[in-house]
């Protein structure tokens, strides 16, 4: 799907394949991969993207279906949380999670998670019992790696789950991602964007396991042409700091650099972050 996707971008973009995969890939190589004969590395794709000016967040959105299930939920969610609309989303906190006590299907407790993790930034208050937690973080270790699935489960559950739970399942993350990078482009992307994302939650509930985290996240070796990864490793490092000392002029000068870059989603990512650690601080 990935090659086919990027077939047609760059069709429309009127880039010839011999133009493209100059000092990249073998002419050979990426016709077949665009024909879904063959794969090619993450580091190429990136660079090959960039090419095209396409950010590899855009690309991953066009290569998802538009009847993706857990896809569609996501989205309508973030609507109603972009809406505060808290009571139409507590709604389907309870109707998700009804369903999953009568039928046991985990993606209800996805949802239900998702839902949760939601409520508890509007209203600071977790609806996920206990029971359920800890139901979650079996179903989210239960297989020998991560998936796509529990991936954007543990994303969407950072708020809602005790500390030393997020901390394990960060660490747990992190030993796979090495796996993750040669087996699927998204998959290894939705991993870091939710190691960052759940460390910067753990920046403000427990300070001590953020700095670890850090430490480990600092040791490993990540695609550097994938530029956000890299600003919110440096913009989670900032944080730490502030932490640390309260100077938050670098932080002011670090989003005002970002927002330079052009890359809206990435932004609004900092500023939510920063504005997390500001609330209550």
């Known amino acids: 799907m990935f090659g086919e996707v990027f077939k047609k971008l760059r069709k429309s973009k009127h880039i010839t394949l011999e133009a493209i ?3 990249v890939i073998s002419t050979s190589q990426l016709s077949r991969w665009e024909n879904g004969l063959s794969d090619i590395s993450l580091n190429k794709l990136i ?3 960039n090419q095209i000016n396409v950010s590899p967040q855009e690309f991953i959105a ?10 569609n939920f996501l989205k309508n969610l973030s609507l109603l949380y972009s809406e505060k609309d808290s009571i139409s989303i507590y709604r389907i906190f309870l109707k998700n999670i009804a369903a999953y006590h009568h039928t046991n299907n985990v993606d209800y407790l996805f949802h239900a998670s998702a ?3 939601v409520l508890f930034d509007i209203k600071n208050k977790n609806y996920l019992t206990p029971q359920d937690q800890q139901d979650l973080k079996l179903f989210l270790t239960q297989n020998n790696h991560w998936n796509l699935s529990t991936i954007q489960a543990f994303g969407n559950s950072g708020f809602i789950l005790p500390n030393n739970t997020v901390f394990q399942l960060i660490n747990s993350l992190i030993e796979d991602i090495v796996y993750l990078e040669n087996i699927n482009f998204e998959f290894y992307l939705e991993a ?3 190691i960052i994302n759940n460390s910067l939650i753990l920046v403000k509930t427990d300070f001590k396991k953020s700095k670890l985290l850090l430490a480990r996240i600092k040791e490993l070796s990540y695609t550097e042409p994938y530029l956000s990864i890299t600003v919110k490793v440096n913009f989670l490092e900032l944080l730490i700091h502030y932490r640390e000392d309260g100077n938050s002029e670098p932080i002011k000068r670090f989003l005002e650099s970002a927002k330079v870059l052009g890359i809206p989603n990435l932004y609004n990512d ?5 504005a997390l650690l500001k609330l209550n601080s």
Do not use: C, V
């Open 192 to 194: 870091w964007n939710t």
């Open 270 to 274: 900092l500023l939510s972050g920063w």
């Open 62 to 71: 066009m290569t998802i279906p538009e009847n993706n299930e857990t896809n």
């Open 47 to 49: 660079i090959l993207l």
């Open 21 to 23: 995969s100059k000092d």
């Open 115 to 117: 839902a949760a993790n």
